[in-house]
Structures are given as structure tokens and as C-alpha cells.
């Protein structure tokens, strides 16, 4: 399975913008790039994916680098709610395994 | 709107004793997915069912862990024997298989071993 890597923590304050960044240098050109994040004593939760064009929705938009080889998670109005441990998962779109692959992902903390 | 529920969501159980959980997916996906998850970590996968046909285990899938789903609707996933090494939580997820396959996840269930 294709790696990922993001910081083990960040820190925002709340109503700004947050850009958590993921790192996957070895993606190859059938993985879709997906998020979930896990707020405390919940299941993750879908956030995003895409697959190589910047992608917008209600939660958030994912900016993809041209080479793929990183992409940018942007909360664009940080609120307490959205504190949780955010997980960069890449999934290969041709099959074979259908499982998830998380890593340890990145504890976001939003400051009042 | 349902989504992924699992019952129950605590369990506390002596070791060596067989415990048993439910799982009930969104009532159009045909996939479900058990992961389980201790504390600090990612969830981890264990297996995962299309329909009532289970398609992939992992090698974390011991011999006393079995999980079933009958008739393609909701699923269990049984441990017999418990060992406190099988403390954790253990999430069910459902999805529609097409290309993004985004999994929806329960609230998971806590098992404590002592």
C-alpha cells in the first residue's frame, strides 16, 4: 500500500483557515487521494477525496500539487467542532484490496 | 437518515469468554467493513464482505475471530476466547462499490477484556 505523511500535530485557532498538509511521494496514477477525519470517541468520518483536480466541498476543499506527489486539506473557517485527528489515505481506484490503510494521521487542536 | 449502527457500543468481558457484535450498514450498501482500533492508532482492517460473500481477512483475523453476514444485511464479527491483548475498538463501515468507494463508519464498539 502507497504511504502517506503528515505532521504528527497542528494547532489552529478558531474561525481562521487551517491548511493541513499530507505528503505521498510514491502515489501512483490509479490512487485516489482520500481524508477522513476521527473526532474523539467516534468512527471516522468522510471528509474528501480527489483524484489529480482541486476538489471543493461543505466540509472542505483538497488542493492536489501538479506532480500529485502532495496535497493540502483546507478547513476554511476552523471551528471547535472540527478538532479531531485527520487521516491522508490513498486508495488505488483499480481494485484489488478494498481496505482502508490508515496511518496514525494528525491530531488537530483548535484554540477558542 | 440511518446510518452505520453497532451494538453494543460497550462491552466489558473476563478473558476466555466468547463475545459477539452486531453491525447494521446503511440499508443500500453492499459493502461492510470490520476494523478494529486501539488506543493512539489507526483503525486497522480486518475484514470486509460484498454482499454475504467475505472477499478479504487480514492476517490480524486470528482463528478465534469470525464474522459472518447472512443474507448481505447486517453482520457480526464473534471472538472466542478473549484475550486482553483483544481490548480495543472495534468500527464497522459500510459503502455503494463504485469508483471512490467512500466508507461510512459507526460509532464502533469498545471492548474491555479484564
Not at chain 1, 499530507?22 to 468522510?46: A, K
Not at chain 1, 486539506?73 to 490508515?102: M, N, P, Q, W
Not at chain 2, 466489558?12 to 443500500?28: A, L, M, W, Y
Not at chain 2, 460473500?53 to 469470525?66: G, H, I, Y
Request: hydrophobic share 30%; charged share 25%.
Amino acid at each position: 500500500d502507497a504511504k502517506t505523511t503528515q505532521p504528527n500535530s497542528m494547532e489552529s485557532n478558531e474561525e481562521e483557515p487551517v491548511h493541513l498538509p499530507c505528503n505521498h511521494s510514491t502515489i501512483s496514477g490509479t490512487d485516489y487521494i482520500h481524508w477522513y477525519r476521527q473526532l474523539p470517541s467516534q468512527g471516522p468520518e468522510y471528509v474528501i477525496h480527489g483524484l489529480t483536480s482541486n476538489v471543493n466541498n461543505r466540509m472542505a476543499s483538497l488542493a492536489i500539487a501538479e506532480d500529485r506527489k502532495s496535497s493540502t486539506l483546507i478547513l476554511h473557517r476552523a471551528t471547535l467542532r472540527d478538532a479531531a485527528v485527520y487521516y491522508c489515505i490513498l486508495r488505488d481506484r483499480e481494485g484489488g484490496s478494498e481496505k482502508l490503510v490508515f496511518g496514525k494521521g494528525m491530531k488537530l487542536t483548535v484554540n477558542p | 437518515d440511518t446510518g452505520v449502527s453497532q451494538d453494543p457500543r460497550h462491552k466489558i468481558t473476563k478473558r476466555g469468554q466468547n463475545v459477539t457484535f452486531r453491525c447494521d450498514p446503511i440499508s443500500e450498501h453492499n459493502r461492510l467493513y470490520w476494523y478494529r482500533q486501539t488506543l493512539g492508532q489507526g483503525p486497522e482492517f480486518l475484514t470486509y464482505f460484498q454482499n454475504e460473500a467475505q472477499l478479504e481477512k487480514s492476517r490480524l483475523l486470528s482463528d478465534r475471530f469470525s464474522a459472518e453476514r447472512p443474507k448481505g444485511s447486517f453482520s457480526t464479527l464473534e471472538i472466542q476466547r478473549t484475550e486482553q491483548g483483544d481490548s480495543a475498538m472495534y468500527l464497522c463501515a459500510s459503502s455503494f462499490k463504485r469508483e471512490s468507494d467512500t466508507q461510512y463508519f459507526g460509532p464502533g464498539t469498545r471492548l474491555t477484556v479484564l
